[in-house]
DNA sequence: AACCATCGGTTCAAATATCAAACCGAAGCA
DNA sequence: TGCTTCGGTTTGATATTTGAACCGATGGTT
């Protein structure tokens, strides 16, 4: 693997659970010699995109990554457009409302919304990136990727995260094919046991899909008359934000949306 | 130099003045081989530092700055817990006021704010990084790093930007003697020829210096009641930005900005 | 069509950085 | 006193990065 990735693999050790990282422990996480990630630290350092703190010199994420996020809302808006919608869409159903883009290979989180309506709701504070197999959201993305990436996925093993993962390749292409059909994607408890959740692919300007709009619900809610009430709300939502960050969807999936909100 | 800090060097060719860049211009403006910057800009997309757009596939800054930017904030909430304050000082001075923080061995614009108040106003949307000797904010911070850094910047070659740029290392030091004795550093037209700021240090929890806050106006509306009444108003903010952040400046300059303000 | 420049991307010896392990002084703890 | 862990540095064997040349495609010009 490259030097360069190794060295922004550093950054994803950072976590909201574990935001200050000492040396040793960022080699041990990352597998890297100390040496190594000593070197890679101090030049990720030197750039501020992590910084030193403290009497214990320990490490966290620096301020280069805001200097960079604002030159990047600048040129494309997409948290700042993207979260009011986030917000009503959780509002409207009363569960947890997230985005997700893909960054890489990965599809990561970046944006979230709850619902203050009850009690118990869908955290996810400090996920990294989702699982394309188990999760709605890395299926409706999944499903709308190149097939050469559909491909590479589901030729790893598929790790059984719950009692109800799905990890047979042939099971999920087939559901892909069936989420290209009726432009949506479900998980049920497929990451987490008693989570269920509904969500729907969003495009670039291009027609390429680039990340998911999810709705997530604590299974004990997810009826079938919430799943109806969920699916069109979540649909026109990803219409907006699609439509918000200058994209659009492919002509079939745009048609099917169109009836379905 | 290391590998890794060549790859981040490539995200500071992203401007808003340049958002979009191919693969030959990032090659050449990074002054690195095309394979080379091939690879590297291949890494960083890979982990969504940056995405390839369009039929040329350009590459512009990508969407994991976000998600890091996010998590950063979440820890250090440096910008959001800023910003009023900044638009305070700009409305309170009528002018531009902007913040910039230590980022490896550069001090980089992080924020700004502008005044409605004049129809001419100073902009500083594509500044990549504030040379030291020759601005406001430069000076503040240069004035309280550790000396080493202080003969590390002083020992280069300072370049005279404008006709009014000291680039005399003795006197520059004088200067910084004088910053650290008032705690306020000023700039008349060293860095642009009609633009004369007044800035102050920022400083964290251990007392150490990590950027400035600065107040720019067009040279012609400085004169020196102008002076006198942007400088209480300035060390005003810094004390609530620097408290904000949970820092605190060093005993010699809190008495001195107590009596200042 | 033929030409030419330039684009994004690839190839392969030669140069350079990475690795593991051992080491350093300092700090924390019996 | 000894034992452990910390951040950081050194070492020589080894793996990666590098740069010049190269490729096919694209888009003007003549």
Redo the contacts with the bound molecule.
């Keep these: 693997?490259?030097?360069?990735?190794?060295?922004l693999e550093l950054l994803d050790l950072f976590t909201r659970a574990q935001p200050l990282?000492?040396?040793?422990?960022?080699?041990?996480q990352a597998?890297?010699?100390?040496?190594?990630?000593?070197?890679?630290?101090?030049?990720l350092c030197d750039f501020g995109l992590v910084e030193?703190v403290g009497?214990?010199?320990?490490?966290r994420l620096g301020p280069a990554v805001l200097r960079l996020a604002a030159l990047r809302e600048a040129q494309v808006p997409t948290q700042e457009a993207a979260m009011p919608i986030l917000q009503t869409l959780a509002n409207a159903t009363g569960e947890t409302a997230h985005l997700s883009l893909m960054m890489g290979q990965h599809l990561r989180p970046l944006a979230h919304a709850y619902s203050a309506t009850h009690s118990t709701r869908v955290m996810l504070e400090d996920t990294e990136s989702f699982p394309f197999h188990a999760t709605s959201s890395g299926l409706a993305t999944l499903a709308f990727q190149p097939e050469s990436l559909q491909r590479l996925v589901l030729s790893q093993p598929l790790q059984k995260l719950t009692r109800l993962t799905e990890t047979d390749p042939l099971v999920i292409s087939a559901r892909l094919e069936t989420i290209r059909s009726q432009g949506w994607a479900e998980s049920r408890g497929g990451y987490e046991a008693d989570v269920h959740s509904i969500a729907a692919p969003l495009f670039d300007t291009f027609g390429h899909c680039i990340g998911a709009l999810s709705v997530a619900a604590v299974s004990s809610r997810m009826n079938d008359s919430q799943r109806s009430a969920i699916r069109p709300v979540l649909i026109r939502a990803a219409q907006e934000i699609t439509s918000l960050w200058g994209g659009s969807p492919p002509p079939a999936i745009a048609a099917i949306w169109h009836k379905a909100a």
């Design positions: 693997m490259g030097t360069v990735l190794k060295a990282i000492g040396l040793s422990d960022l080699a041990r597998g890297l010699n100390k040496a190594t990630c000593y070197r890679l630290a101090t030049s030193q009497p214990a010199r320990e490490y």
